[in-house]
């Protein structure tokens, strides 16, 4: 018997060795990833050049009678470049995985900037890039034999040194070729196409948009007892929805919150002007909701308890530093008060003289 079980054993893991794809990796969130990944469902994304943040895992299985497929998102974050968003299959596909009416979706419908639709059958294959405001959009989606590859690039428009039709078209061709059918490809070509002291020039503010997760802020905790001092910051009865009542039950629950990110517009930030904000499960999503209704770009300023933005931090930390001087002068008030009202008594009750008491009072007068 155990003989048997050895020889099973041993069929399983040459199966799995002949099976699973190499340098497969489980990806986790809040973690740092570059290059091109391959996570363990066998999906490749390649990444624009830099380090990219993983915010966010959702995985969902499919219903159905037999059915063993799933999907699985991935988002990522680089405040310096933008977003990247995936989604792709897991398990392996069934007859219920299919599309309604066998029609192929597609989603490039509507008026993009440029891009290329090819349709054959339950497959297709294209992509197009979308004008998001601060971003342009970069979607890349392959449907083979039903199985879904969708990868998505929002890149910062001040990164692009040309923003025209045809260079658009140029960069979006060139990704799509990468990408298509779940190709491990190579997006390192961007580095050419980015042009960082470009936007670095042509920003108002540089320090308002520190968003940088991997930024090390001291004493960056914050918590409901910091609710006057936030509010003060952010000016909270001058944001709409209900921002008050929203900013208490995210900073009571910090990273157990359902919307653990809060971005707010940065040209308004310490400004006395109430912004527009946005409270989401990601990065992306809270700027993105936050943008919807800024009339500029938005930054990160806390997600999960922490400040996450430098201006912000520094503005709290001078706010929390003002407060603690008052709080200490109302200490030092009451302690001066309490010394004059028990040396006035004392000269009420002839235990000291006038002259000692007028001596006294201007020694403790001297010391406040």
Known sequence: MRKISTEILAAVVIFLIFTLPSNAIKLEENKTYSGTIKDNHRNNIPLPPGEWLLTEIKNEKLRGKGVTAGTVDYSFSNPKIGYVYYFGPTGTSASADHWAGRKTPSVCEGNPI?????????????????????????????????????????????????????????????????????????????????????????????????????????????????????????????????FSMHLKNFLEEGNKYEFPYLAVETKRIGAGIGPAWGMDTGISYSIDVCEEYARGSCSLVISNGKIRSKKFYNLFIAKKGTNKTKENLVTTNSSTKDKLKELKTLLEDGLISQDQYDKKSSEILEEF
């Not at 990704?175 to 002291?197: C, E, P, T, W, Y």
């Not at 001291?218 to 952010?234: K, M, Q, S």
């Open 114 to 242: 440029a891009g290329k639709t090819r349709i054959s059958g339950i497959n297709n294959f294209e992509w197009c890039a979308w004008d998001d405001g601060n971003y342009i959009d970069f979607v890349n989606y392959t449907a083979l034999n039903f199985e879904q590859y969708y990868h998505s690039y929002s890149i910062k428009k001040s990164l692009l040194s040309n923003t025209s039709k045809s260079t658009i078209q140029s960069i979006g061709s060139q990704i799509f070729d990468q990408v298509r059918r779940n190709k491990a490809g190579d997006l390192s070509f961007l580095s050419n196409r980015l042009d960082f002291n470009k936007s670095e020039s042509l920003s108002i503010d540089v320090s308002n948009q520190e968003n940088d997760l991997s930024y090390q802020l001291e004493n960056a905790e914050v918590g409901i007892n910091d609710f006057r001092i936030i509010c003060d910051i952010l000016t909270c009865e001058d944001s709409g929805g209900d």
